[in-house]
């Protein structure tokens, strides 16, 4: 094939992929009634909210952002087909609480929508290139597109529980200071609620935001019971869900509680230790790997290979 002809295959694939996609886009922007209505109705309290985040609980559709407001019909329905197609929902609703995100399962979806286009954009550009130069086979290579699609997919699923793994991490880093905090100021005689409130200003990280959302619905009116009881199910740690029960009873019934969170934060940090030493175990294992398969073979051939050039050198 000459120059002038791949070049003329390339312009021609590329014409009509944009012709494609501008028509889709001219499709997708259309907006929906929500989409529509939600100007006019933004100002009352609930409906605004609702309608402003989208039909779904997704931020994507409705706005009026460039791209966001060009795309975000398209990558609604691609993510609530990926949902359709590999379900989950209240899993991921599950880990998003416990990551602390304010995105909904839907801007999730979207997500992972976009990272899957990025891996799929990327091997598409290198295998478009490779095969304008006659290195490997289209099909090949648009298995490898999939194969990069689907691993964006999974990448933002797995960059999820990564996030939700190191915020627990954190929490339970924190988790013996405050403890100790809160029972210092217990037993210097202020109340339950009013020793939360001198933690959460005093302190700052994961637990002290989870505790301020805890402080600030008692004070709308929640009752204390059910806003520690939120907490345990925000969280999903069984030391924070033991702390958020004791920390209720308390405040019901008026137990001591001093006592009770010392005990908590030595518990916690016995743990730590624990787990420490146990990493310090595998570690050590580690260690063994190059020195067995490195440090030791090395040393076995320093010290025969002269008794073999020897050998070799009197054998007649």
């Known amino acids: 094939m000459t120059t002038a002809a791949a070049g ?15 028509a ?15 100007p006019y109705v933004r100002d009352l309290p609930r ?36 949902g359709s197609l590999i379900g989950g929902a209240a899993s991921v609703r599950q880990r998003l ?3 602390g995100s304010l995105s909904s399962v839907q801007d999730f979806r979207i997500e992972q929508v976009v990272w899957g286009s990025i891996g799929f954009a990327a091997v598409a550009t290198v295998g478009s290139l490779a095969t304008l130069r006659g290195r490997g086979e289209p099909g090949v290579w648009f298995l490898l597109c999939l194969f990069a699609a689907v691993f964006g997919v999974m990448a933002r699923d797995y960059h999820l529980g990564s996030v939700v793994r190191r915020r627990e991490q954190q929490m339970m880093a924190e988790f013996p200071t405050i ?18 409130d001198r933690v959460v200003r005093v302190c700052h990280g994961e637990l002290s935001r989870e505790l301020a959302v805890v402080l600030a619905e008692s004070r709308t009116g ?16 069984p030391v924070v869900a033991r702390f958020a029960e004791g920390f209720a009873i308390a405040v019901e019934r008026g137990t001591p509680l001093a006592d009770v969170l010392h005990a908590q934060a030595a518990d916690v940090r016995d743990a730590g230790r624990r787990a420490l030493i146990e ?4 570690k050590e294992v580690l260690m063994m790997v190059p020195v067995v398969f490195l440090v030791l073979p090395v040393t076995v051939v320093f010290a025969f290979w002269p008794g073999v050039v020897g050998l070799s050198l009197v054998a007649p």
């Open 8 to 22: 003329a295959l390339l312009g021609l694939a590329a014409g009509l992929g944009l012709m494609l996609v501008s």
């Open 24 to 38: 889709h886009l001219i499709v997708g922007r259309r907006p929906s009634l929500e989409a529509r209505v939600a």
């Open 47 to 82: 409906l605004g909210a609702v309608l402003g985040a989208g039909s779904d609980g997704s931020s994507w559709s409705g706005t009026d952002d460039g791209w966001a407001s060009l795309l975000g019909p398209t990558l609604d329905r691609a993510g609530r087909r990926l």
């Open 97 to 99: 609480t416990r990551a």
């Open 179 to 196: 403890a100790d905090l809160l029972a210092l100021s217990v037993a210097a005689g202020e109340g339950p609620l009013a020793a939360l």
């Open 222 to 237: 929640v009752p204390v019971a059910a806003a520690l009881h939120g907490l345990a199910h925000r969280t999903g740690l």
């Open 279 to 282: 990493i310090g175990a595998r």
